[in-house]
């Protein structure tokens, strides 16, 4: 995914204000070869030692930037945070109509066909993976998905200050719905190898909101 | 899960008419054992030797059984496929209206605060965690997963029939849109701790549903 996180700062995991800038160079190329592997094979079945021979780098170099598989797991979870949220700015910051709901569900679709629908969702993946495993990273993982989660109730809020979403809809409910939405979509979209289930989920939310819309005319 | 599956045969990965009664008694004791393990730790992170343990056999005893750690996925997956299921039958098969949805989703509300949300969907996180790493139980998942999707179906086309939803709906469509809300609202619960976006999540498809209900005169 090439999205580059616009105005978004995610609280680091780690001080990397010290490092100089090929230092950065080196500390990303990690993080981004064991976000790869991870999403592909998971976190457990991912070595520090496949991460190193992806990166490219020595293990001492490794071990400078990362002390362990549990920093390193912090940053991944970090990494991808940062990824997806920028995605979902990209997606939802104008978002003021069903209209723009559409373009949000198209970015999305466009990215899990680009990958064939390999991993599901980054930070969904994670959270399956580590909510059990890792109580230091679910935190982590709970705090992006509240981030998105506010960004969806931000979207929402517009539209009804614009009058596009009846002013007795619950923007925080719907939130929480519409992320279930994405989240499940993509999980059924990752089994099936196909992103029509994504599709379905996200456009019956939008139905759904459309029969909310002040518009609308159905309250 | 005290659940026990009714009137549902769900394929089986290996023979297993074969075994005297003990001995099934004693490979269902090791497939249980490895199923909770799984759940609350992920698969990779499960050892043969875990399981042997918990299970409270031999090394011998369990190869007997299972001739490798594969083997004894597919097994879990088979044995989560059919408690997810037979929770499912329990809440969907007499469904006839929208009241019985909500008592569907009481029982699995239910069952998640039960166990404090931990592990989530037995099936949505073997999903997460078996779709890149092992095709062969992706594709078994694939398939309890479709079976999930066709009993939402079922009662939603029931409902249709009953002239409990508009003529016009489509049961299809609505029933991958209820099973992605139930897996992203478990997702989402997992990493809380909380029950609630669950809760909302299928709260939410309820009132897409009640508005298209033909009684409900939205449409």
């Known amino acids: 995914m090439e999205y580059q996180l616009q105005n978004f700062v995610y609280p680091r995991t780690m001080a990397t204000?010290?490092?100089t800038r090929k230092g950065q160079v080196t500390r990303d190329r990690i993080v981004q070869a064991a976000a790869r592997l991870m999403l592909e094979q998971g976190v457990a079945r991912t070595t520090i030692e496949d991460i190193q021979v992806t990166a490219g780098v020595s293990p001492?170099?490794?071990?400078?930037?990362?002390?362990?598989k549990d920093a390193l797991v912090l940053a991944v979870v970090d990494h991808q945070?940062?990824?997806?949220m920028g995605i979902q700015h990209e997606g939802l910051d104008r978002l003021d109509d069903l209209e723009g709901l559409g373009d949000?569900?198209?970015l999305m679709i466009g990215l899990l066909?680009?990958?064939q629908c390999v991993g599901g969702c980054p930070l969904g993946s994670l959270a399956s993976d580590l909510s059990e495993a890792d109580p230091v990273a679910r935190?982590?993982?709970a705090s992006a998905f509240e981030?998105?989660?506010?960004?969806?109730?931000s979207g929402l809020e517009r539209?009804?200050?614009?009058?596009e979403l009846a002013a007795d809809a619950d923007p925080g409910e719907l939130a929480v719905a519409l992320l279930a939405a994405v989240q499940g979509g993509l999980l059924l979209s990752q089994i099936r190898r196909d992103p029509a289930p994504l599709r379905t989920a996200v456009n019956t939310m939008i139905d759904h909101l459309r029969s909310l819309s002040s518009t609308g005319g159905v309250r």
């Open 147 to 153: 981030s998105w989660e506010g960004l969806l109730r």
């Open 81 to 84: 945070a940062g990824q997806v």
């Open 113 to 115: 066909t680009k990958v």
């Open 104 to 106: 949000w569900r198209d």
């Open 159 to 163: 539209m009804q200050d614009r009058g």
């Open 139 to 141: 935190v982590q993982l």
């Open 17 to 19: 204000d010290r490092l």
């Open 60 to 68: 001492s170099q490794l071990y400078h930037y990362f002390p362990g």
